[in-house]
């Protein structure tokens, strides 16, 4: 799984020291082993001596229960996506009460259909209205729900009922990190206080570079108004009141059409694959390589995002090597200064819509 957040690789020891002394890290170190852990140990072994601190740190038994169950359910919902980790999604976000005739949820409807014809899974909340439709038009098959337990409204929509692509979560916060965890792009339909909680959550990630950038795509019925009256509070009171930036805007694109949407998503996948932060440098994934005049344009276009050095094209670093899959990719490779992430957003743009080097 790529790592969805802004953190960096860096270079480091395998293994922590854990201070619970060296008995019982080897007594940690042998089970690992026993049980088969075959893939990151460490890690596992990490886990095993958080948890026995824990019991050293004398917590109560309410805390224990929450990251106990918060554990299990982060558990169980990695491993119902690990056997479609190669398949690109989109969450999809809008109310729950909206009636099945209404446009927002036949817009929403004809979105899953075409988005699932580009080869892309749908995610949403799993409950009625937008995301029932979402999932009616991607089909069973081809869609997720993350249901979170309500002791009212909220109920699996009868397209994913059943399916063992749902997901039930005792917390939001475990629910609101898959939803950012798992997918490549999101899509939000007017909705309530939920869509208006999970657009911000991802919109605030980004922006302060804790989650890397995807595309949110705003879509509304033909002639409605919802996200543009949404935006006059934006731009009329967060921007000038300086709480926001002019830059943070480049997260978002209003769409009026599923065309529209479904193009935006495409495009920000058009070349670029993904990116990762390598200690101060940010590695840019790219299918192509681009052409020698297309880096120099880009160094002078996006010459303020530097910090040092410019933006060179290359092969994979080697604090990747965990990550064999997509060593044959094009790297684009800067040390820039990790603020202004709304103009990282521009630069995936230009880096898509770049020329490439033929017959490569």
């Not at 805390?63 to 690109?88: Q, T, W």
């Not at 996948?269 to 880009?298: D, E, H, M």
């Amino acid at each position: 799984m790529e790592d969805f957040t802004g953190s960096a690789i860096h270079d480091q020891s395998a293994r922590r020291s854990s201070n619970i002394g060296p008995e019982f890290e080897g007594r940690v170190r042998q089970l690992v082993a026993d049980w088969g852990a075959e893939k990151s140990p460490e890690l596992i072994e990490e886990l095993i001596v958080t948890a026995l601190k824990m019991a050293r740190d004398g917590m109560g038994t309410g805390d224990l229960k929450l990251m106990n169950r918060s554990l299990k359910e982060l558990r169980y919902a990695a491993k119902i996506f690990a056997p479609y980790r190669e398949v690109r999604k989109v969450v999809v976000f809008g109310s729950a009460r909206t009636a099945p005739t209404e446009p927002e949820a036949l817009l929403a409807e004809e979105f899953g259909r075409q988005i699932v014809a580009n080869r892309y899974m749908v995610i949403t909340g799993g409950g009625d209205g937008i995301m029932g439709a979402a999932q009616r038009g991607a089909g069973r098959e081809n869609s997720f729900g993350l249901n979170i337990r309500l002791p009212f409204e909220q109920r699996p929509n009868e397209i994913i009922h059943g399916d063992p692509k749902l997901i039930n979560f005792n917390y939001f916060f475990t629910r609101k990190l898959n939803f950012v965890k798992e997918t490549h792009a999101f899509a939000l339909f007017p909705g309530g206080f939920g869509t208006m909680d999970e657009g911000f959550e991802v919109l605030t990630l980004m922006q302060t570079g804790k989650a890397l950038i995807i595309p949110v795509v705003l879509l509304d019925r033909p002639n409605g108004s919802y996200w543009e009256t949404w935006m006059r509070f934006l731009t009329d009171h967060l921007l000038k009141l300086g709480l926001i930036s002019a830059e943070d805007f480049n997260f978002i694109k209003i769409a009026h059409n599923v065309e529209e949407a479904v193009a935006e998503i495409l495009l920000f996948y058009k070349n670029y694959a993904s990116s990762r932060w390598v200690g101060s440098q940010l590695v840019f994934r790219i299918c192509k390589p681009l052409t020698n005049l297309a880096v120099t344009r880009l160094n002078t276009e996006f010459s303020e995002l530097l910090r040092s050095g410019e933006i060179v094209q290359g092969g994979p670093l080697p604090q990747e090597q965990n990550q064999p899959e997509i060593a044959h990719l094009t790297r684009l490779i800067l040390t820039p200064h990790r603020h202004a992430f709304g103009r990282y957003r521009l630069l995936i743009n230009a880096i898509n819509l770049a020329e490439t080097r033929p017959n490569e």
